[in-house]
C-alpha cells in the first residue's frame, strides 16, 4: 500500500524479488516517487521512480494523523500543506534544505540531486527476514 502526500509525492512498501545464487529472496523495500511542481524542480535532478501498478495508493489520512497529535484534522492538513508549500519555495530558491519525515528518512538536496534516504531503521522494520539484502537494496 502507498500513502499520497499532495504536493510532494508518494511513499510505498513494494516487494522485490532478487535472485541469489541457490534461492530466490523477496525484500520489502521503501519507496518514495516525488510528485512536485516541476517549477519548483528546475536544474535540479532526481530518481525517476515509478510505483507498481498493482500498489494500492491511498490519500494521507489527516484524521489519523491529528488522532496521533491531538490537533483538529483541518489544522493538520494545514500544517503539512504550508510545509510541503515552504519547502518547494525553499527548493525553488536554491536554499536545498533537507526535509525529515520522523522514523522514514529524509530528503534532501546535495549537488543539484533530489533524493530520498529512508532510516536504517526504517528498512529493518520493514524486513525482518532479510534485512541485510533490504538495506544493500535501498
Not at 500500500?1 to 516487494?15: D, E, I, K, M, N
Not at 496521533?68 to 518547494?88: F, H, K, M, Q, W
Not at 528518512?105 to 540531486?113: A, E, K, P
Amino acid at each position: 500500500q502507498g500513502v499520497l502526500v499532495p504536493g510532494l509525492g508518494t511513499f510505498a512498501v513494494v516487494p522485490e524479488q532478487i535472485n541469489g545464487t541457490e534461492e530466490v529472496y523477496v525484500v520489502q523495500r521503501p519507496m518514495f516517487q516525488l510528485d512536485m511542481d516541476m517549477s519548483c524542480l528546475r536544474e535540479l535532478v532526481f530518481p525517476t521512480v515509478l510505483m507498481p501498478g498493482d500498489i494500492e495508493i491511498m490519500p494521507l489520512d489527516y484524521w489519523w494523523l491529528s488522532q496521533a497529535n491531538s490537533l483538529p484534522p483541518d489544522v493538520v492538513r494545514g500544517c503539512v500543506e504550508e510545509t510541503i508549500l515552504l519547502y518547494s519555495f525553499q527548493l525553488r530558491d536554491r536554499q536545498c534544505p533537507a526535509f525529515a519525515f520522523e522514523n522514514i528518512g529524509i530528503l534532501s538536496c546535495q549537488d543539484n540531486v533530489l533524493c530520498m534516504q529512508f532510516h536504517c531503521s526504517c528498512i529493518a522494520g520493514l524486513e525482518s527476514q532479510d534485512t541485510w539484502l533490504a538495506l544493500l537494496l535501498t
